[in-house]
Each structure stands twice: as C-alpha cells, then as structure tokens.
C-alpha cells in the first residue's frame, strides 16, 4: 500500500488509475416482493444518528447538563424525527424539484425512493422542537442548543451514506484521489467516465466531524449560560463548511448568482446564525444589568 503511493508520486496523472466507485448502497436485500428493494445503507445512517442523539441526550441528563427529565428523551427524539423527515421532504420538492412534485404529489411521502434537503430538515427541526418546547415550558433555545452540538454526527453519517449512494459526487477533477463515479455518466464505459472530487467526503469531515469537535468542546469546556449561543455558532460554523465544502461538489440545482443552490441557502443559515448571535448577546447584557442591579440592592440593605 505503501509502496503504490509512494510510486503514484512519479506516475503521470494521465496514467492513473482511478478508483470506481462500485458499493452496494444495501445492507440488505429482499428476497421477496415488498414495497421497497431492500435495507439500504442510507437508512441506516440515519438510525445512527437518532442512536447518538438518544446517547448523547441521556448522558447530558446524567451530567446535569440537560433541562429534560429521563422521561422526555424519547418524545424529544421523536418530536424530531418527524420535524427532520418532513421538513426535509418539503424542502427537497421547494428547494429542488417542486415542478416534479406537482406531477407525482404522492412521492413526498415515498421515503424509500431517497431526496431530502438539509436546510428543509433544520426548519422542520425547528419547527418540532418550538412545539415540544411549548407543551414542555422549556426554553427554545436551550433545546436547540442540545440538538446542535450532536446534530454534526448526524450529518457525518448522512455524508457517509451519500458517498455509499455514488450520490451527490463532486466536480471533475484530476487529483490522485479522485474517483469514478458510474451515476455521474450513465451507460458511459468505466474508462470514459471522467474522475470527480469524492466532495460527500470533504463534506463528511467539515460539516461532521470537524463541526462536531469543536461545539463538543465547547459544550462541554466552555459552558455558556447564555442560552442559544451554541445555535448560533452551529449555524454560523455549517453555513462556512457547507460553502467551502460546495466548492468541489457538482450543483445539483441551477445557479443563483453563480452561486449553487445549497449556498445560497447556507448563507440563509449563516445570516440566521448571526441573528441568534446577537440576540444572545443582547440576553446576555440583561443578565449582566439584573446582576448588577441586585448586588447594589444587597449593598443598600
């Protein structure tokens, strides 16, 4: 192994040999006729991720670093899971490809057949979580902030899961790690297909795991009793990964000021990201001046 890369050095890059991209995006499949082929990877990534959550979720509570009672876990996780499938749904058919819904309006609710939007599921996430946290009195904020510091493990293993697809592949490309993707030229020989950015990757570690290092560490490091602080710095911290990560990826939608779709709606997240930012700074100057305010009172008396 060692040695084939060490020769790939001085091997001239038209002579290359590049990966193709041949996974199976099953686990499993069907023998027999149901409603969908089989157990694919993709929903596995997901099931990861609702796993951790739940993990993360009950730890948080051992620590005394969460507002919900053992009991809550579960219809949090719940709440989310449905706010997550929906709102993903409904953004893919907006964002994406609203003129195919309106001829097959029953696809959205196919799940099986695959087409989520990212910035879809965060409004319906949102949306689930204002609800939970009503019926619960809970502040809003202090639950997204719980989300977003496990949410970029989500990410990381729905990246991981496109890559498997041979879904959302990057640009042409002639680095020594580009990859051939089959899905990009259809009934085109192996050897004419030209090799891409595995851009499912970079996007798999910016927006996954280097995302998830640093809330992580600072939820746990560097509390703050402020509190959606670490909701804006998750939306601020994805809308530059996803930008960059986007880069490399070949758009999936037309361009918007030669911008791709994904950021155009990640510097939508960024802009919201700054408006949380500073709301929280603004919460922070109360609680600093109701501070200030009762030590002179103590003073007084």
Not at 112 to 124: E, L, T
């Amino acid at each position: 192994m060692i040695t084939a890369l060490v020769l790939s050095a001085f091997i001239p890059k038209a002579h290359m040999a590049y990966w193709v991209h041949q996974i199976d995006p099953f686990v499993f499949r069907f023998p027999f006729p149901f409603f969908t082929e089989g157990i694919r990877w993709y929903g596995v990534a997901y099931l990861l991720g609702f796993f951790f959550t739940y993990l993360f979720l009950k730890l948080c509570s051992q620590k005394r670093r969460s507002p919900l009672s053992s009991q809550s876990h579960e219809s949090l996780l719940i709440s989310i899971a449905l706010g997550m499938l929906m709102g993903g749904r409904v953004g893919y058919v907006i964002f994406y490809d609203f003129a195919f819904w309106t001829e097959n309006p029953l696809w959205i609710f196919q799940f099986w057949h695959g087409g989520m939007s990212f910035h879809g599921a965060v409004i319906g996430i949102a949306i689930a979580i204002a609800c939970f946290s009503q019926y619960h009195h809970i502040s809003f904020f202090q639950l997204t902030d719980l989300c977003c510091v496990i949410a970029p493990l989500g990410i990381f293993f729905g990246r991981i899961a496109n890559f498997i697809n041979g879904e959302l592949f990057g640009k042409i490309t002639t680095l020594p790690w580009a990859i051939r993707f089959p899905q990009s030229a259809i009934s085109v020989p192996i050897a004419e297909i030209p090799p891409r950015h595995p851009s499912q990757l970079y996007e798999a570690l910016l927006e996954g795991l280097i995302l998830l290092f640093i809330l992580q560490r600072r939820f746990w490091k560097h509390p703050t009793r402020i509190h959606g602080r670490l909701t804006a710095d998750f939306l601020c911290l994805y809308s530059i990964m996803r930008i960059l990560a986007e880069i490399f990826r070949e758009p999936d939608a037309p361009l918007l000021w030669q911008l791709s779709r994904g950021q155009v709606l990640s510097m939508g997240l960024g802009f919201l990201g700054i408006g949380v930012y500073f709301w929280t700074k603004g919460q922070d100057r109360k609680h600093s001046t109701y501070a200030m305010d009762d030590s002179a009172k103590g003073a007084e008396r």
